[in-house]
């Protein structure tokens, strides 16, 4: 395990060694439901090049469905080939990680530090979106913002100056189900979809 960071917050870190032994999760039928470790493995085509993805159980597959209220969702992250073969070599030895020593050990060895301040101004995260109908007819687009955390950050702000500005709706809302499928464009760092 690589507990050193590089891209990658030190919660982040903990809290995917926490979550190896467990598996992903997508939604299906409008439920949530638990999958394995590289449950899907595919290509995505971004807009600055196909690259492999595999399944992630991020919140995406909680609030992407609040949001559109979309029944089956999956959430991919883009993945090197060479780290995707190093995965299944893994996936027997990850019920290990219910000892729950080994897995102290683990969370013991992951460094303090994330990504430099230099680091997150610069990078770019691309996004990619399919959404299809059971009659096999889909749209995709694909878009570019800021760094994970800097867009983070970003977005929050762009939130709350939005909720101060606007009058009050009671309820819990994703940002894009209270100011529209095209806020995330309004954000600082953010780029049109491509």
Do not use: C
Request: hydrophobic letters at 40%; proline letters at 8%; glycine letters at 10%.
């Amino acid at each position: 395990f690589d507990t050193s960071g590089g891209g990658l917050s030190r919660g982040t870190r903990r809290t995917m060694i926490e979550g190896l032994d467990k598996g992903g999760a997508i939604r299906r039928d409008g439920k949530i439901i638990p999958v394995p470790q590289l449950y899907d493995v595919r290509p995505i085509p971004f807009a600055h090049g196909e690259r492999m993805a595999i399944t992630i159980p991020w919140g995406d597959v909680s609030t992407a469905f609040h949001t559109t209220g979309i029944p089956n969702i999956r959430v991919y992250n883009a993945t090197s080939p060479r780290t995707i073969k190093r995965m299944r070599r893994m996936l027997p030895l990850l019920p290990l990680l219910r000892f729950k020593p080994l897995k102290r050990f683990l969370l013991g060895r992951v460094k303090p530090g994330g990504p430099s301040a230099a680091h997150r101004a610069k990078d770019r995260v691309q996004l990619w979106g399919r959404a299809a109908r059971v009659d096999g007819t889909e749209v995709t687009m694909t878009m570019e913002v800021a760094e994970g955390y800097a867009f983070t950050v970003l977005s929050s702000l762009a939130t709350v100056k939005r909720v101060l500005a606007e009058p009050v709706q009671a309820g819990s809302f994703t940002p894009a189900k209270r100011f529209g499928e095209r806020f995330a464009e309004e954000v600082q760092g953010a780029a049109l979809p491509m």
